[in-house]
Nanobody, 124 residues
Framework: QVQLVESGGGLVQAGGSLRLSCAASARTFSSYAMGWFRQAPGKEREFVSS????????YYADSVKGRFTISRDNAKNTVYLQMNSLKPEDTAVYYC?????????????????WGQGTQVTVSS
């Protein structure tokens, strides 16, 4: 089984930045498309961003376009989410997910493995 561990969350002021990391225990990390999702209290989990086998294939939810950047370092088995210009509505638990497919997807039910999440809190 692939284990995913998120880190980098914390408390920041609106307009600030955070970089989330997700370390994967997978020999074939490069074979997984990776995604970031988030869930705020009382709300459903929503798609944030995803990246395919190749770093050139990236996707973003409309709410984070222009502010968040997803990237991966296959040599380090790690995917990142750089979050800039954070807003209070970005407050949520952020989860990374892995999909043993070449192409990324915004559908959470199409991912095979999930991390435990990292809390991101943005104060106004």
């Amino acid at each position: 089984q692939v284990q995913l561990v998120e880190s980098g969350g914390g408390l920041v002021q609106a307009g600030g930045s955070l970089r989330l990391s997700c370390a994967a225990s997978a020999r074939t990390f490069s074979s997984y498309a990776m995604g970031w999702f988030r869930q705020a209290p009382g709300k459903e989990r929503e798609f944030v961003s995803s990246i395919g086998w190749r770093s050139s294939s990236t996707y973003y939810a409309d709410s984070v376009k222009g502010r968040f950047t997803i990237s991966r370092d296959n040599a380090k088995n790690t995917v990142y989410l750089q979050m800039n210009s954070l807003k209070p509505e970005d407050t949520a638990v952020y989860y990374c997910a892995a999909r043993f497919r070449q192409i990324a997807t915004p559908r959470g039910d199409e991912y095979d493995y999930w991390g435990q999440g990292t809390q991101v809190t943005v104060s106004s």
